[in-house]
Nanobody, 127 residues
Framework: QVRLVESGGGLVQAGDSLTLSCAAS????????MGWFRQAPGMEREFVAA????????AYAESVRGRSTISRENVINMLYLHLNNLKPEDTAVYYC????????????????????WGQGTQVTVSS
C-alpha cells in the first residue's frame, strides 16, 4: 500500500507560478513511476506529467509543456510539479499517482495504469 498526500494548491492569478508537492509513504518510493493528473469540473481526469522511478525520464502533456517541471526526491519520498505562467484553463483538482511494477526508465500517461492515488489538491487560476 502506498499513501500519497498532495499539497500546495490554492487560488492564484493568471501568470503566477505554483509548486505542488506529493508526499509518499508506505512502500519504497523509488520503486514507483509517478505521475500528475488533473480533473476540471465536468471533465475527465487528464494526464499532466510523469516521471520515471529514477527521475531520468519525464513526459508532459502538450497543454503544460514548456511551462512545467516534474521532479522527485527519492531520499525523502517526495514528488513535485512546478507550474509557470498559470492560465485559467489550468484550474482543476491535481492528483499525484504511483505506478508499481515498471522498469527504471518507464513512464505511464494513462491514468488507468496507475495503482495508487492521492486525494487531490485544488488549483484555481483567476484571470
Amino acid at each position: 500500500q502506498v499513501r500519497l498526500v498532495e499539497s500546495g494548491g490554492g487560488l492564484v492569478q493568471a501568470g503566477d507560478s505554483l509548486t505542488l508537492s506529493c508526499a509518499a509513504s508506505g512502500r519504497t518510493f523509488s520503486m514507483f513511476g509517478m505521475g500528475w493528473f488533473r480533473q476540471a469540473p465536468g471533465m475527465e481526469r487528464e494526464f499532466v506529467a510523469a516521471i520515471s522511478r529514477g527521475g531520468q525520464t519525464t513526459a508532459y502533456a502538450e497543454s503544460v509543456r514548456g511551462r512545467s517541471t516534474i521532479s522527485r526526491e527519492n531520499v525523502i519520498n517526495m514528488l513535485y510539479l512546478h507550474l509557470n505562467n498559470l492560465k485559467p484553463e489550468d484550474t482543476a483538482v491535481y492528483y499525484c499517482a504511483a505506478k508499481g511494477g515498471i522498469t527504471t526508465s518507464t513512464i505511464k500517461k494513462n491514468p488507468e495504469q496507475y495503482d495508487y492515488w492521492g486525494q487531490g489538491t485544488q488549483v484555481t487560476v483567476s484571470s
